[in-house]
Antibody, heavy 120, light 109 residues
Framework: EVQLVQSGVEVKKPGESLKISCKAS????????LNWVRQMPGQGLEWMGK????????RYSPAFQGHVTFSVDKSTSTAYLQWTSLKASDTATYYC?????????????WGQGTMVVVSS | EIVLTQSPATLSVSPGERATLSCRAS??????LAWYQQRPGQAPRLLIY???GRATGVPARFSGSGSGTEFTLTIDSLQSEDFAVYYC???????????FGGGTRVEIK
């Protein structure tokens, strides 16, 4: 089955670091850019950026540049989203998503989301 | 960046009726527009890509239209499972960054 499976709920304190994961299965991980999307509580979707699993070329939305880092491990078909110093405003659900329709960048495959709570 | 404005914010519709959702862009782009459905507690689900294309498994009552800066998602004969939040998404060539609209909530009238 083609799927993206994300890591579980995280509860952290401001200033702590965090790395969440998105494991791909059922398709060739290197073929498709992997995108990250944020959804703050009760709010809409925000595109954070994307990474090419083939060579780790990453593109960041200006709103997230410098605050998060994307990485991949091709050996385990896993993508990661990392923070070095969390803020309360990072509280959100984070989705990984893949564009899989030929010639299109619409996201036809989504992970189930990882909820991150940052609170003192 | 391209700003997408969805209207209305909330749409109250009776089951069996038609819903028409609008997505307006701050600048014109060529057809790289998608629509997603998000039910409570679930990840978004792709409905429409490239303005008109229906994703695999999406019922025919969902259709997309539009061009330039004005795009529409139409849901014919609303079913109970269609009451959800819908987002438009432009994914024109990089740069600029892809963006999402603010969403339209379709609720039972």
């Amino acid at each position: 089955e083609v799927q993206l499976v994300q890591s579980g709920v995280e509860v952290k304190k401001p200033g702590e670091s965090l790395k969440i994961s998105c494991k791909a299965s059922g398709y060739n991980f290197s073929f498709y850019w992997l995108n990250w999307v944020r959804q703050m509580p009760g709010q809409g979707l925000e595109w954070m950026g994307k990474i090419d699993p083939n060579d780790s070329d990453a593109r960041y939305s200006p709103a997230f540049q410098g605050h998060v880092t994307f990485s991949v491990d091709k050996s385990t078909s896993t993508a990661y989203l990392q923070w070095t110093s969390l803020k309360a405003s990072d509280t959100a659900t984070y989705y990984c998503a893949r564009p899989g329709i030929e010639g299109e960048d619409a996201f036809d495959l989504w992970g189930q989301g990882t909820m991150v709570v940052v609170s003192s | 960046e391209i700003v997408l404005t969805q209207s209305p914010a909330t749409l109250s519709v009776s089951p069996g009726e038609r819903a028409t959702l609008s997505c307006r862009a701050s600048q014109s782009f060529f057809n790289n527009l998608a629509w997603y459905q998000q039910r409570p507690g679930q990840a978004p689900r792709l409905l429409i890509y490239n303005v008109f294309g229906r994703a695999t498994g999406v019922p025919a009552r969902f259709s997309g239209s539009g061009s330039g800066t004005e795009f529409t998602l139409t849901i014919d004969s609303l079913q109970s499972e269609d009451f959800a939040v819908y987002y438009c998404h432009q994914y024109d060539s990089w740069p600029p960054a892809p963006t999402f609209g603010g969403g339209t909530r379709v609720e039972i009238k």
